[in-house]
């Protein structure tokens, strides 16, 4: 299962560390997710997560579903959480959260490692202002 959106201008890859909230409590795995949202553990087993969307994101715990499944073949489902008036924010379930992303067609840069890690301001003038301000 890869990421997608409607025109996948982007492309990339993602990596997290789980919270230590969730870690300690329930463990390092996927199946912490499964305790954390309650899912019934008999029928469902997590296999992912997606997270979809900026201001407003949702949630979906990608499961195989053992009733569902037959003869050796998964039947996978996006079990999305609403969200809703939760206050569950994205640090409650990781630690840390790295997305890179390039452009779709780029063969040759996905693969490769930065040589050096630099500061923004050291090569510009950086003003006190909102970054959606007009100039």
Known sequence: MKADVSYNDFIGT????????????????????????????????????????????????????????KDGHDHIVSMRYDIDDDKLNLNMLFKRLHIVLHERSDKKYPDLHYNEEVRFSDFHDVPNKDINEEE
Do not use: H, N, P, W
């Not at 993602?14 to 019934?40: E, H, M, P, Q, R």
């Not at 997590?46 to 990608?62: C, E, R």
């Open 14 to 69: 993602a990596a997290a560390d789980i919270s230590d909230f969730l870690g300690s409590k329930f463990g390092d795995d996927l199946d912490s997710f499964g305790k954390y949202f309650k899912v019934d553990e008999t029928r469902f087993r997590v296999i992912g997560i997606s997270i979809y969307g900026t201001d407003s994101f949702s949630i979906s715990l990608l499961c195989v579903d053992k009733k569902k499944s």
